[in-house]
């Protein structure tokens, strides 16, 4: 599998071990770490290409799927950060750098 986050204004296409969470290139969340969510209606499990649950009918917001975490993309000690944010943090705990500078998340 190839890391897919686009890293210094192109693609990554890192070569990403099976089990990878994080792309040791770029620091980037694995695109499919989220591949199921939890209905918030029913608690049934329903997959990112649903639009509907299939036991409540319910609609599924595709934000369900998107991690709360991201790695940080700021430059420390010449190499990429990597510290895992949530979506709400303004500036990174470990390298200090302001996160709405490091792209979008992943």
């Given at each position: 599998m190839k890391c897919k986050n686009a890293f210094e204004g192109k693609l990554c296409?890192?070569?990403?071990?099976?089990?990878?969470?994080?792309?040791?290139?770029?620091?980037?969340?694995?695109?499919?770490?989220?591949?199921?969510?939890?209905?918030?209606?029913?608690?049934?499990?329903?997959?990112?290409?649903?639009?509907?649950?299939?036991?409540?009918?319910?609609?599924?917001d595709p934000n369900l799927f998107v991690p709360k975490q991201y790695s940080c993309k700021g430059i420390h000690g010449g190499k990429v950060c990597g510290a895992n944010l949530s979506i709400d943090d303004k500036f990174c705990s470990d390298c200090g750098n302001a996160t709405e500078s490091r792209g979008k998340y992943v």
């Open positions: 296409g890192a070569d990403l071990e099976p089990s990878a969470k994080f792309c040791s290139t770029c620091g980037a969340v694995t695109k499919d770490e989220v591949n199921s969510a939890i209905c918030p209606n029913c608690a049934n499990t329903v997959k990112p290409t649903d639009k509907f649950c299939s036991k409540c009918g319910g609609k599924i």
